[in-house]
């Protein structure tokens, strides 16, 4: 799956692969940025290949650099919804045996309580918080109709929490890229109605037959623009509104 990136960089470098109010993100820059994050989190957060990583935000482009930045990194990326309470991600990060996460910072307070009342030994190690104005230029002005509290809230981190910020700062560079097809790629969970929700295993290979199958259908290219409303976290919004469109080389406006 990271190589549908790389040949989208290549092909369509300059060509804006996220806009997320009014602000474009190219394919180069997209690229640049989750393997900067690669990076850090296997020489920062010690990932190594098949390690699962949460991925616990709102949609939003760091979603997307965080997910390719954890394929790069060989790891395996556990996505969760954004909805679950703390004492919910308790069980996200030790049924998927997580010894890191990603979340974004109005998360971030939960996701330590979560982590703070388990036994040290099944404790995350590390945990990379982002501010969602953390997408945006510095010289950035909220539109009128965008939720600027929700946008541009800067939300307290947590004690020993990486800010996003200083991790792509950092400009680690990954080591060789070695996940195959039948490698693990990504577990999202069910919606646990009866019992606590279930891990289901993906491959890079299951994956890729959804976006190509899922392309055909649709008949997008990298002529279109998607609009990307579902949950990223969700297969239906990941597929659709993530991966589909990264392969394709088309543009995703993020809702």
Known sequence: LWYNLVVSAHRYADKAAIRYFGNAITFRALEA???AMAGWLQ??????????????MQNCPQFIIAYYAILRADAVVVPVNPMNRSEEFKHYITDAQASVAICSADLAMGAEQANNELPPEQRLQHLLVTQYS????????????????WLTTQHPLPAGATAWADALAAQLVPGPHTAGPDDMAVMPYTSGTT????????????????VIGGGIWSGSGAESTILAVLPLFHVTGMQYGMNGPIYSGATVVML
């Open 195 to 210: 019992g606590f929700p279930k891990g289901c295993i993906h491959t890079h290979r299951s994956v890729m037959h959804n």
């Open 33 to 35: 940025q989750a393997s």
């Open 134 to 149: 953390d997408a945006l230029p510095a010289s950035y002005e909220n539109p009128e109709d965008a939720p600027g509290a």
């Open 43 to 56: 020489q920062k957060a010690g990932v190594k290949k098949g390690d699962r990583v949460l991925l616990y």
